[in-house]
């Protein structure tokens, strides 16, 4: 199985989780996901009340410059580790 079909799956069973992980959790999930599939975020950062897009689009900032194949690995390790946490 290649990383694309890792990666795949990955994002099938992270909404398999009997627990909903927290905002930290879920904006680190975002971020790698859109870094993976979208590349390096663009646009304006959301401003005024907008305090989730906001942080979405700071967190996706961050990973900033971090390759696609790199994001996918550590999105699959960071969906096993939540189920680890959630799922025992």
């Known amino acids: 199985m290649d990383i ?9 069973h992270s909404g398999k989780l009997t627990q909903k992980p927290g905002n ?7 971020a ?3 870094q993976a599939t979208e590349g390096d ?4 950062r959301p401003g005024g009340f907008d305090f989730k897009g906001a942080a979405k689009y700071d967190v996706w900032l961050a990973m ?8 996918m ?3 699959i390790i ?3 580790d939540l189920h680890a ?3 025992e």
Do not use: I, M, P
């Not at 079909?5 to 099938?12: G, L, P, S």
């Not at 930290?24 to 975002?30: G, I, N, R, T």
């Not at 900033?64 to 994001?71: A, F, L, R, V």
């Open 4 to 12: 694309e079909e890792k990666f795949e799956q990955a994002v099938h």
């Open 24 to 30: 930290d959790e879920l904006l680190k999930l975002y």
């Open 32 to 34: 790698l996901y859109k």
């Open 41 to 44: 975020v663009t646009g304006e």
């Open 64 to 71: 900033k410059g971090k390759g696609s194949t790199e994001c």
């Open 73 to 75: 690995e550590e999105y």
């Open 78 to 80: 960071f969906v096993n």
């Open 85 to 87: 946490k959630y799922n």
